[in-house]
């Protein structure tokens, strides 16, 4: 990763939030597959650190991008990147790790990821329309997921 990696997210985060036609061509145009699997890495290593703000960037880009309808329909395409972490190895489409990860993070049950559980139903709410699960892992996990999701204290708390 660059050094200034951590700005760059944020400068993409504010042209994307403010200027949607941007967004809309960028989820048209890029290999988004890939970006996730950036963002998902920075995620992953990141909730390791001191500091979890790259965390909370990384979801709220998710959260934009999921609002596009490309961006759900990229979803599904096969995930072929090799990340270099500790993710359980699986075969299936970049919604599959998104599902890896949420619930990875989740799992911490850490007081700093709490309020980003929130943000993560979001996103798998806003894709779940035109993305599916093809891996048994993740689909086991989003059972988990909505168990969580689902839990009183999350529906009390909102």
């Avoid at 200027?19 to 963002?39: E, H, Y």
């Avoid at 979001?122 to 689902?150: D, G, M, P, Q």
């Amino acid at each position: 990763l660059l050094w200034c990696h951590a700005e760059l997210l944020l400068l993409f985060l504010r042209v994307s939030q403010s200027n949607p036609t941007f967004r809309s061509l960028f989820c048209k145009s890029m290999d988004l597959p890939r970006l996730v699997g950036v963002l998902v890495y920075i995620m992953y290593e990141d909730c390791h650190s001191a500091f979890h703000g790259l965390i909370n960037i990384c979801t709220m880009i998710l959260l934009n991008l999921s609002e596009e309808p490309s961006f759900s329909e990229a979803l599904n395409r096969p995930f072929t990147q090799k990340l270099p972490t500790k993710m359980p190895l699986f075969s299936g489409n970049t919604f599959d790790l998104l599902i890896i990860t949420f619930q990875y993070l989740i799992n911490l049950n850490q007081d700093w990821i709490k309020p980003l559980y929130q943000h993560f139903f979001n996103i798998l709410w806003n894709v779940s329309y035109k993305s599916h699960c093809e891996s048994s892992v993740s689909a086991s996990k989003l059972v988990t997921l909505v168990e969580v999701f689902s839990s009183t204290k999350l529906i009390k708390k909102d």
